[in-house]
């Protein structure tokens, strides 16, 4: 069975830094291309980042370039999420995917399995 744990989130001030990490269990972990997607109340769900099998390559969603930073650990069979410089609109659910593709991912928000998600609250 494979399960997704994430966890870090919480409520920070304006400008400020969390940091999100998923557990994978259940699965080669190193074979899946790892992501994070988020959803704010009232919104679609939204790409964030994703990383490679190598973790090598990397992709951010608009919102989040310079920002956010995706890092895996093959060894660990985790993937976290740096958020730096929070804003208001960084308010969401987060929610790490695994997928074995990144355009399946980014282009059509697919994940083989989600976690249940942490939530973020970024206050003004």
């Known amino acids: 069975q494979v399960q997704l744990v994430e966890s870090g989130g919480g409520l920070v001030q304006a400008g400020g830094s969390l940091r999100l990490s998923c557990a994978v269990s259940?699965?080669?972990?190193?074979?899946?291309?790892m992501g994070w997607f988020r959803q704010a109340p009232g919104k679609e769900r939204e790409f964030v980042a994703a990383?490679?099998?190598?973790?090598?390559?990397?992709y951010y969603g608009d919102s989040v370039k310079g920002r956010f930073t995706i890092s895996r650990d093959n060894a660990k069979n985790t993937v976290s999420l740096q958020m730096n410089s929070l804003k208001p609109e960084d308010t969401a659910v987060y929610y790490c995917?695994?997928?074995?593709?990144?355009?399946?991912?980014?282009?059509?928000?697919?994940?083989?399995?989600w976690g249940q998600g942490t939530q973020v609250t970024v206050s003004s």
């Open positions: 995917a695994t997928s074995t593709t990144v355009q399946a991912m980014r282009a059509k928000g697919y994940s083989d399995y």
């Open positions: 990383v490679s099998t190598s973790g090598n390559i990397k």
């Open positions: 259940g699965r080669t972990f190193s074979s899946y291309v």
